[in-house]
């Protein structure tokens, strides 16, 4: 179905269950860019399991997109956000103080690298190339955790996504690699930090899948080729896998899990050769 304005899709509203694994828990997700995103997918799957979800999106051309998704969710809070800016960050998390005295999860599902960085030889990476990056995709998640923190006065869960080119190399993901890499290593800095406040803090290492920011990465259609072929589950993994193992973690099944990065690969990550 088309709305009025243009081609956005108007959404059913989905069917929330009273005993889900999230009932009465509130969150935020950043990084909804349209219904391709992980980060949408994990918010279906959070909403129908419960919770009470918050969204921000980084520019007003997407307000178009992400309102009618919202909407299905019964979002009460959606917000402009480029993470990249700290007032803006500030602004949003204040804006969200006022609607909502606590959170209990955040979902960071953002990552951003110049196209021209993300082909050809890591060597290459420019300096404002880096930067903007390692900004994006790894500092971000240090930036919202830390304005979430105040609103978790019961404890809370934080998940971030992330890639096996954190650990090993894959051609063309070059400064994202590198990039993954400080994320993981936050996500365990930041659990260290925050589990005296009974604050978790994980992520989730996706297997590819085909989405606005997997388009950026040169060769991407060869990837999904070879995981099939070479995978122990012999396929790809499917968004709605990826947002079952975030439900988990942000869910009480995993209140003795921090600091962790889970492989949600079809087993890819396993292989030796
Ligand atoms: P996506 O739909 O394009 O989501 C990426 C999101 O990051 C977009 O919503 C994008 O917003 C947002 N973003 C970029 N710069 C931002 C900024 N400065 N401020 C706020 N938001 C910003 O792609 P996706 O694949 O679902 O990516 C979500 C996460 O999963 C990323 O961390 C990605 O690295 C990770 N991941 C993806 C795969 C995969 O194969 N797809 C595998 C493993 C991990 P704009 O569109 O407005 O830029």
């Known amino acids: 179905m ?101 959170i209990d999860f955040v979902v960071h599902a953002v990552a951003f690298a110049n196209r021209e960085d993300l082909e050809g030889r890591f060597v290459d990476t420019s300096r404002d190339g880096f930067k903007l990056a390692l900004d994006v995709s790894a500092y971000t998640l240090t930036a919202v955790t830390r304005r979430a923190l105040p609103l978790m006065k019961n404890g809370g869960s934080i998940v971030t996504l992330t890639y096996y080119g954190a650990e090993k190399v894959v051609p063309n993901y070059n400064v994202m690699g590198v990039a993954k890499a400080a994320l993981e290593a936050s ?14 803090v994980n992520a989730v290492s996706a297997g590819p899948v085909k989405t606005l920011a997997a388009k950026g990465i040169s060769g991407f259609g060869e990837m999904l080729k070879l995981v099939e072929a070479k995978a122990p589950l012999r396929r790809n993994v499917q968004q709605d896998e990826v947002a079952k193992s975030v439900l988990y973690l942000l869910s009480d099944l995993a209140s003795g899990v921090t600091g962790e990065v889970i492989h949600v690969d079809c087993g890819y990550s396993i292989l030796g050769m």
Not at 46 to 64: K, S, V
Not at 187 to 198: C, E, F, N, P
């Open 187 to 200: 996500v365990q800095y930041l659990a260290a930090d925050l589990g005296q406040d009974k604050v978790r």
């Open 2 to 102: 088309t709305s009025p304005e243009g081609n956005t899709k108007v959404l059913e509203k989905r069917t929330q269950k009273k005993d889900g694994l999230l009932a009465g828990k509130r969150g935020i997700v950043f990084g909804v860019a349209n219904d391709h995103s992980l980060a949408w997918h994990c918010a279906k799957m959070l909403y129908d399991e419960g919770a009470e979800l918050a969204f921000t999106y980084q520019g007003e051309n997407l307000e178009r997109r992400i309102k009618p998704l919202a909407e299905s969710v019964n979002s009460p809070f959606v917000d402009m956000c480029d993470l990249g800016n700290d007032e803006q960050i500030d602004k949003s998390f204040s804006k969200l103080a006022e609607k909502w005295e606590t």
